[in-house]
């Protein structure tokens, strides 16, 4: 009878595979006499630190009350479960699935069972038979082959293109496919945390299909991940699992018409060995670890004192560019150099690494005309063959400097001694007693008793007064001083130059610093003049505040950064700091 009304409905119903679907109505009730309840985990051994995924499946039934075994003793549940409802069609036979996933990660080492579940299906309890597992350490791995999740035709490793580093040079990690069977996509689910790295995800990198033979069979191989690690410190540092879902595409006849499988692997904890650097370490070393290169170019090399020039140097390498610093330069006496300004700074992949580039200016100041070289050196540690390496610019021109019209502005004042009144001879007593007469400590002693008089007659008048608070007649003579250097620059403030206003409070400045330290232009350095106020028990904030204001005039005058909108700010700083500095060196 069924092959009757098979008969007629393929009569009706000439496309082949509703007809197949029309069958299968019929013999449908035939194969739900098959149920199945088992369990069943992504590996049987598992490393600590990394989860696997447990599922409990119930096929060709519809089941209720479901009851998972104890969990929580000896695994952290990160996630589940979860509930899922499919059926699938293979060679004309259909299979139904209800199943529950939990992901678990052990919370130690050792072999453990997990217990039976159970489901109602129809009135009837079907249990679950235990699985057992075995958790090992990390570095206990060596012996074992089978990956998470792995097959024979399809896994996935983590790897490391080389087994030791150095702290800052660059270790790409990736997540390699293998694969026997027809997959479609994969996903990164999870990566990670990379303890130990400065981490940055490349997004270039080769991603084509290759082929590779592993105990005998053909594997297509695809890179699914890369990741820039650089390390931070020595020891040996753990990389942990990465989990990727991929769809495995479904056999047979129809598996083109089915949804792909999707199927969780996991990767495998890897290590990495980081050594220190070989001692001893150069001291001008920058931090580079790993291929540098570099360019360097001047501005001008013809100026006077008065000028400044700027060296640019344009630097790539492919190490940590978080440890790179600029490179200090050792400067011939009567050159001063400012701390280098970051003009431009990039971080961008070439398809094989990831490099960064910095470009530095140095603003340069000469102190005295002469004819000086430039020698800058950039140290880095060359990964290839394991030893510091020093690049040279060598082929930049020698710097003439000229005297300019500020050059030993005050060199007269310093270098002209000041020598005692010199006392006239006496020639004759008449020219003796003219002068006697002229002298004002005669008249200071006629005078004397008057001054007496008013003084006690002032002081009766204001016995009963309350004296008024005055300032203290110290810091009334600070004040006058300090304007007395400062008359010039306060006149500039409001005339709208701002290098004019900066040149004549930096003269003052220097005046100030020759008259109460003795010292003349030539040595008038920073470093100097840090030194010898240090040696003096000036304050350290008092200096640093000197010196900033220096450093601003500098650059106003000579490298053209002229700050209009800090001109009062800078003056009054400066008034500040010679008040200090004026009762300091007394």
């Known amino acids: 009878m069924i092959c009757s009304q098979t008969s007629v409905i393929s009569w009706l119903i000439p496309h082949r595979a509703v007809r197949l679907a029309a069958a299968f109505l019929f013999i449908f009730p035939a194969i739900l006499s098959a149920q199945i309840f088992e369990a069943e985990v992504t590996s049987k051994e598992v490393v600590l630190g990394s989860s696997f995924e447990l599922t409990f499946t119930l096929k060709d039934a519809q089941g209720s009350r479901f009851k998972a ?30 199943s529950w996933t939990y992901e678990l990660e052990p919370k130690r080492t050792g072999t453990f069972t997990i217990g039976a579940a159970s489901v109602q299906v129809n009135g009837k309890v079907l249990n679950t038979q235990p699985v057992t597992i075995k958790v090992v350490q990390a570095r206990a791995r060596p012996n074992v082959n089978a990956l998470p999740g792995a097959t024979d035709n399809l896994f996935i490793e983590g790897q490391l293109n080389m087994e030791t580093a150095y702290p800052g040079q660059q270790v790409t990690w990736r997540i390699v496919l293998y694969t026997q069977l027809s997959i479609d996509g994969a996903d990164i689910i999870e990566l990670p945390d990379f303890d130990g790295f400065y981490a940055k995800e490349k997004r270039r990198f080769d991603t084509r299909v290759t082929y590779q033979t592993i105990r005998g069979k053909r594997y297509a191989v695809k890179v699914l991940h890369e990741e820039a690690l650089f390390p931070l410190e020595t020891g040996e540092v753990m990389i942990g699992a990465a989990k990727v879902r991929i769809g495995v595409d479904q056999g047979g006849r129809l598996g083109s018409f089915l949804i792909p499988k999707p199927v969780l692997f996991q990767t495998q904890p890897v290590s990495l060995k980081v050594k220190s650097l070989p001692e001893p370490v150069p001291q001008n070393f920058t931090g580079g670890v790993g291929q540098y290169d570099w360019s360097t170019q001047l501005d001008r090399d013809s100026l006077s004192t008065d000028d400044a020039f700027t060296l640019t140097l344009s630097i790539r390498g492919n190490g940590d560019a978080k440890r790179f610093a ?178 004549e409070l930096f ?58 909108a800090q001109m009062a700010g800078t003056l009054r700083t400066a008034e500040s700091v010679v008040q200090v500095l004026d009762k300091s060196l007394r």
């Open 507 to 564: 003269k003052s400045i220097q005046g100030f610093l020759a008259s109460r330290l003795a010292i003349t232009p030539a040595l008038m350095t920073q470093e100097n003049v840090r030194r010898m106020l240090a040696e003096r028990g000036v304050p350290a904030g008092t200096i640093q505040d000197l010196l900033s204001v220096w450093q601003t005039c500098e650059q106003a005058v000579f490298a053209g950064q002229t700050q209009s």
């Open 69 to 98: 075994p104890d969990l929580a003793g000896d695994y952290k549940i990160i996630g589940g479960p979860s509930e899922m409802r499919g059926m699938t069609i293979i060679n004309g036979r259909s299979t139904t699935r209800q």
């Open 326 to 503: 600029a490179p200090k330069l050792s400067l011939q006496p009567g050159l001063e150099v400012f701390d280098p300004k970051v003009k431009e700074e990039e971080e961008y992949e070439n398809g094989e690494e990831v490099v960064h580039t910095r470009v530095l200016e140095y603003v340069v100041l000469p102190r005295e005309p002469g004819q000086y070289s430039l020698n800058p050196e950039l140290v880095y540690f060359d990964t290839d063959s394991n030893r510091y390496r020093t690049l040279r610019a060598d082929s930049l021109p020698v710097v003439r400097v000229t005297a300019g019209k500020n050059y030993g502005i005050n060199q007269s004042a310093d270098t002209i001694p000041v020598l005692p009144p010199a006392v006239p001879p006496r020639t004759d007593i008449w020219e003796g007693l003219s002068e006697w007469v002229k002298s004002p400590l005669l008249w200071t002693l006629l005078m004397l008793p008057l001054l007496v008089y008013a003084a006690f007659a002032l002081w009766k008048k204001r016995k009963n007064r309350k004296p008024a608070q005055t300032r203290p007649r110290s810091a009334i003579a600070n004040a006058k001083n300090t304007r007395e250097w400062f008359a010039n620059v306060t006149g500039l403030l409001n005339e709208g130059n701002p290098r004019a206003f900066y040149d």
